[in-house]
Structure formats: C-alpha cells, structure tokens
C-alpha cells in the first residue's frame, strides 16, 4: 500500500514537473523521422495479464517488425535521437504514465514481451507476481544491455540463454527483499548509475 502510495505521488509530480521536458522531446522526434512521438508495446505484467507499455520512439516506424531486440551501437533502426534519449533512459518517462494508472510501478522487474514470458520457467514466472518497474537492479547492473546484445553473433540467442536468465535473478534479489527501504534504494542506484 505504501509503495502503490509513493508511485502515484511520484509519478503525478514527475508527469507535471517533467512536462516541459515531455513536449520537447516529443517534437524533436517528430521532427527527426516520420511517425509519432509516442510508442506503444504489449507487455506482459502484474498475474500473467498483458498492458501496453508507453515510451517515447526512439526507431524508426515498423522498426519491431524487424526483431524485438535492439543491438547497441549497430543498430540501424535507431533514429540519432533516439540514441540520445536512449543512453539517458528518457525514452522510459511517458513510463510514468503506466506508473499513475497502476499498471507499473517505479521500482519493479521490468515488464516482457510474451515471446520471452513464454520461456520462463515456474520458478521465473515468480517475476509476475509483483507490479511491473521502471527499474530494478536489474535495469542497473544491464544498463548497458544494448551494448552487450551489439557484441554478440546472435542476440535473441545471447538474450535468451543468457541476459534474460541472470536480470530474472536480480529481479528475484528485489521481490525477496521488497520494502519501502528497498525501494527508495533502487531508485537513487537507478539515478546514480545514469548521471555517474
């Protein structure tokens, strides 16, 4: 209940404060490449149940049609702003939104595609017991994922066997452990690990 509390405040006063920052972004996208500046996927979250996660677009139109893993640097489908908001995780703030309508919370296992939530193990699928994040220690410890998924021969394969295995451990560190403590902990990690 507290936490539930602390998103809505949070995400309430991120959406107004950061409003500015919201129409900036939004038409130096639509300025860049043809195609909203908003970008809509279906994600799977709290008890198995799909929602649709909101980012700000950060590739071009269709770009998911050509595979839901984005690799780093190499990664042709990526606009040059993109890149941008990408590397600061801006693409994540129209998140706050999922964040106020309870569909997410600040501080949870980042939310799946189905493809992926379909090769969970039982154990694994503890992960969709709590509220889908922003951010969890996952998101810090991988917050070079792109990077990582840029270098390997095959990322989808790379992500599966590998990635998705150990960010679902350091989810697992957070659910075991959730508290206010916990979460007011992750969040400043989360900041520190973007500004450092």
Known sequence: MMIRFFDFIFSLLGIILLSPAFFILYF?????????????????????R???VYKFRSMRIGADKQGLITIGGRDPRITRIG??????????????????KGDMSLVGPRPEV?????????????VLSVRPGITDYASIEYVDEDTI??????????????????????NMKYINHRSVKEYFKIIFLTIWSIIR
Request: a positive charge.
């Open 114 to 126: 189905r493809k992926y939530v379909d090769l969970y193990t039982d154990e694994q699928r503890k």
């Open 83 to 100: 890149y941008f908001i990408r590397k600061y995780k801006l693409d994540e703030l129209p998140q706050l939104f999922n964040v106020l």
């Open 149 to 170: 998924l840029g270098q390997a021969d095959d990322a989808d394969k790379a992500y599966i066997e590998q990635i998705l295995p150990d960010k679902i451990r350091y």
């Open 50 to 52: 799909d929602f649709y």
């Open 28 to 48: 130096a996208i639509r300025l860049e490449s043809k195609g909203g500046g908003f970008y809509k996927q279906l994600r799977v979250g709290l008890n198995d």
